[in-house]
Protein backbone atom coordinates (compact mmCIF):
# COMPACT_ATOMS: atom_id res chain seq x y z
CA UNK A 1 0.00 0.00 0.00
CA UNK A 2 1.22 3.13 -1.02
CA UNK A 3 0.20 6.89 -0.63
CA UNK A 4 0.60 8.68 -4.09
CA UNK A 5 0.92 12.24 -4.46
CA UNK A 6 0.74 14.21 -7.72
CA UNK A 7 -0.36 17.79 -9.12
CA UNK A 8 2.43 19.97 -7.83
CA UNK A 9 4.32 22.84 -10.39
CA UNK A 10 5.61 26.08 -11.01
CA UNK A 11 3.29 28.77 -10.36
CA UNK A 12 3.41 32.74 -10.27
CA UNK A 13 2.47 34.04 -6.72
CA UNK A 14 -1.40 34.70 -6.15
CA UNK A 15 -1.92 31.79 -8.80
CA UNK A 16 -3.72 28.14 -7.61
CA UNK A 17 -2.76 24.66 -7.72
CA UNK A 18 -4.41 21.62 -6.65
CA UNK A 19 -2.59 18.59 -5.35
CA UNK A 20 -4.57 15.18 -5.23
CA UNK A 21 -3.83 12.22 -2.85
CA UNK A 22 -4.95 8.56 -3.82
CA UNK A 23 -5.26 7.20 -0.15
CA UNK A 24 -5.37 3.94 -1.57
CA UNK A 25 -8.49 2.54 0.55
CA UNK A 26 -7.58 4.45 3.42
CA UNK A 27 -10.39 6.17 4.07
CA UNK A 28 -12.42 4.09 6.85
CA UNK A 29 -13.80 6.19 9.56
CA UNK A 30 -10.70 5.41 11.92
CA UNK A 31 -7.95 7.24 9.75
CA UNK A 32 -6.77 10.84 8.95
CA UNK A 33 -5.09 11.93 5.35
CA UNK A 34 -2.36 14.66 6.00
CA UNK A 35 -0.81 16.76 3.96
CA UNK A 36 2.91 18.19 4.87
CA UNK A 37 5.48 20.35 3.37
CA UNK A 38 9.21 20.27 3.95
CA UNK A 39 10.98 22.81 2.12
CA UNK A 40 15.06 23.07 1.98
CA UNK A 41 16.94 23.31 5.09
CA UNK A 42 13.93 23.07 7.47
CA UNK A 43 11.47 20.57 9.54
CA UNK A 44 8.36 19.33 8.01
CA UNK A 45 5.82 21.14 8.63
CA UNK A 46 1.90 20.32 9.11
CA UNK A 47 -0.22 22.11 6.05
CA UNK A 48 -3.63 20.19 6.08
CA UNK A 49 -5.32 17.11 7.79
CA UNK A 50 -8.92 15.37 6.82
CA UNK A 51 -10.35 12.98 9.34
CA UNK A 52 -12.71 10.85 7.38
CA UNK A 53 -14.79 10.03 10.50
CA UNK A 54 -16.15 13.75 11.19
CA UNK A 55 -14.91 14.58 7.55
CA UNK A 56 -13.96 17.99 9.27
CA UNK A 57 -10.13 19.25 7.86
CA UNK A 58 -8.35 21.54 9.82
CA UNK A 59 -4.95 23.71 8.33
CA UNK A 60 -2.26 25.23 9.57
CA UNK A 61 -2.16 28.96 10.50
CA UNK A 62 0.43 29.56 7.20
CA UNK A 63 -2.27 28.42 4.83
CA UNK A 64 -5.89 28.62 6.64
CA UNK A 65 -8.34 30.72 4.67
CA UNK A 66 -5.79 30.13 1.88
CA UNK A 67 -6.14 26.28 1.37
CA UNK A 68 -9.04 23.91 1.17
CA UNK A 69 -9.64 20.43 1.15
CA UNK A 70 -11.87 18.10 -1.52
CA UNK A 71 -12.70 14.56 -1.78
CA UNK A 72 -13.99 12.09 -3.89
CA UNK A 73 -14.62 8.88 -1.71
CA UNK A 74 -15.50 7.21 -4.56
CA UNK A 75 -11.93 7.66 -6.36
CA UNK A 76 -10.52 7.72 -3.32
CA UNK A 77 -9.08 11.02 -3.91
CA UNK A 78 -7.93 13.88 -1.55
CA UNK A 79 -7.36 16.69 -2.49
CA UNK A 80 -5.78 20.46 -1.36
CA UNK A 81 -6.67 23.23 -3.18
CA UNK A 82 -4.36 26.10 -3.13
CA UNK A 83 -5.11 29.56 -3.43
CA UNK A 84 -3.63 32.75 -3.15
CA UNK A 85 0.31 30.75 -3.38
CA UNK A 86 3.22 32.64 -1.67
CA UNK A 87 6.79 32.06 -2.27
CA UNK A 88 7.08 31.01 1.44
CA UNK A 89 4.56 28.22 0.29
CA UNK A 90 7.55 26.55 -1.63
CA UNK A 91 7.92 23.17 -0.77
CA UNK A 92 7.76 19.38 -1.43
CA UNK A 93 4.49 18.62 -0.57
CA UNK A 94 3.66 14.91 1.37
CA UNK A 95 0.67 13.04 1.97
CA UNK A 96 0.44 10.98 4.72
CA UNK A 97 -1.33 8.72 6.34
CA UNK A 98 -2.57 7.02 9.62
CA UNK A 99 -4.65 6.87 12.46
CA UNK A 100 -3.65 9.83 15.18
CA UNK A 101 -5.84 10.88 18.26
CA UNK A 102 -7.04 14.32 17.04
CA UNK A 103 -4.72 16.13 19.58
CA UNK A 104 -1.81 14.84 17.20
CA UNK A 105 -2.78 15.37 13.91
CA UNK A 106 -0.35 18.18 13.26
CA UNK A 107 2.73 15.78 14.14
CA UNK A 108 4.48 13.89 11.39
CA UNK A 109 5.42 11.25 13.19
CA UNK A 110 1.79 10.25 13.93
CA UNK A 111 1.74 9.02 10.47
CA UNK A 112 2.31 5.70 9.49
CA UNK A 113 2.01 6.02 5.77
CA UNK A 114 3.85 8.53 3.01
CA UNK A 115 3.87 9.59 -0.37
CA UNK A 116 6.23 10.36 -2.40
CA UNK A 117 5.95 14.18 -2.41
CA UNK A 118 5.39 16.36 -4.97
CA UNK A 119 7.23 19.67 -5.49
CA UNK A 120 5.20 23.23 -5.60
CA UNK A 121 7.36 26.27 -6.50
CA UNK A 122 6.00 29.99 -6.47
CA UNK A 123 7.72 32.54 -7.84
CA UNK A 124 7.59 36.04 -7.15
Known amino acids: VQLQASGGGLVQAGGSLRLSCLTS????????TAWFRQAPGKEREFVAAFRWMSKYSYFGDPVKDRFTISRDGAKEMLYLQMNNLKPEDTAVYYCASGRPPLGSIRTASSFTLWGQGTLVTVSS
Open 25 to 32: GRTSSSYT
